[in-house]
């Protein structure tokens, strides 16, 4: 072969061979024979906070998670144990957990090892990592990443009370959903979760009068998550959407803090009247699965609907609510007290003995 013609076989041989090297390249990580263990990648990729994930503890003291008052929480013995500061060392020790529990999954699993890194493990704190994951979760041709990634995160960074929200939310889905193995599942993984805090900031836009990206947004979320949430709507801190698969609460709807919400839960109008038009529920709450609230009825604190109910009327607090049309357990004059806190409980059937002699 002639000297000059080199230049050309060499462009050739990268045209046709450089994208499968390319292609090994970027595949490589996610071979466990290829891309080491954590463990063994240089320290400074990562943080050296001096924190373990803690499999299981003793719960001698007094936890801070979200409480209400006359409702105890009962943490199960597989949650980590909480630090006794409150508001930023929450934060910090929340992110530090989160932290930890990726490491350990990257290392046991290198198949995640990538995507961990970049959604977690590369991440200063806890909201550039909930606004990179949103960011690409909610993206689409036209609406980037980039841009949704900035937009939370200057929401998020903005706003402390909204980090405390995500914070509570984190605690409440591992509290109280038994499923929930760990913060950092409930972070990448739960759906309910990451709708609950896209509705956030969409609502933070809303109440900027930044309307049009708001309800860009809100379109995006019930198209991703299936779940549809006004940007007008207002929701407290402490919130678990229970699997979250339609969802659909209304423009004026209003949620209380510590409620809990199962799938295909519609808290609606009644019709084409506008004005304050939806249901306003307290603190403490539970909804079932399935169950409708229609109009500018009030669900009282402490108060449990259950699956596949109708509402239409208020429901005074601490009160069961059952069937179609829905109806007070121990009736309308004395109805029955719950004892407990429905919405951090998640206690939907002890009413079942008092209310039916239903048997199979």
Excluded at 55 to 61: A, K, N, P
Excluded at 200 to 209: E, P, S, T, Y
């Amino acid at each position: 072969m002639r000297a000059t013609n080199f230049p050309s076989m060499l462009f050739i041989f990268l045209l046709f061979f450089a994208p499968f090297g390319a292609f090994h390249f970027y595949a490589a990580p996610l071979s466990p024979s290829v891309f080491p263990p954590l463990k063994r990648l240089p320290s400074f990729l990562f943080s050296t906070e001096e924190y373990s994930v803690q499999e299981s503890c003793s719960l001698g003291s007094a936890t801070h998670l979200p409480t209400m008052p006359g409702g105890e929480f009962n943490v199960p013995p597989s949650v980590p144990q909480l630090p006794a500061e409150t508001n930023a060392n929450d934060e910090a020790w929340l992110w530090a957990q989160i932290k930890a529990e990726a490491r350990r999954d990257a290392d046991s699993e290198p198949a995640l090892a990538s995507y961990l890194y970049s959604t977690i493990l590369s991440h200063s704190s806890l909201e550039r990592s909930l606004s990179f994951h949103l960011g690409n979760k909610l993206c689409s041709s036209t609406l980037l990443s980039t841009l949704l990634y900035d937009l939370f995160l200057n929401i998020l960074s903005s706003d402390s009370s909204l980090l405390a929200a995500v914070v509570a939310d984190l605690r409440a889905a591992r509290v109280r959903d038994p499923a929930c193995v760990s913060f950092s599942h409930c972070l990448l993984n739960y759906k309910g979760f990451l709708a609950c805090q896209s509705h956030r900031v969409a609502h933070k836009l809303w109440n900027q009068d930044r309307r049009p990206l708001a309800l860009a947004l809100h379109s995006r979320i019930s198209d991703v998550f299936a779940v549809d949430i006004h940007p007008a709507a207002r929701i407290g801190k402490g919130i678990l959407f229970d699997h979250a698969t339609g969802v659909v609460i209304g423009e004026t709807a209003t949620i209380g803090d510590n409620c809990s919400i199962l799938h295909h839960v519609t808290l609606g109008g009644t019709g084409k009247a506008g004005g304050d038009r939806h249901p306003k529920v307290g603190d403490g709450v539970l909804i079932g699965a399935g169950a409708t609230i229609l109009g500018n009825v009030r669900i009282g604190d402490g108060a449990k609907i259950g699956a596949g109910s109708v509402v239409l009327i208020d429901v005074p607090p601490r009160t069961t609510a059952v069937g179609n049309p829905a109806r007070l357990v121990g009736g309308k004059e004395k109805p029955s007290q719950n004892a407990d806190v429905p919405g951090e409980s998640m206690d939907h059937t002890s009413f079942i003995s008092e209310w039916s002699d239903y048997i199979i």
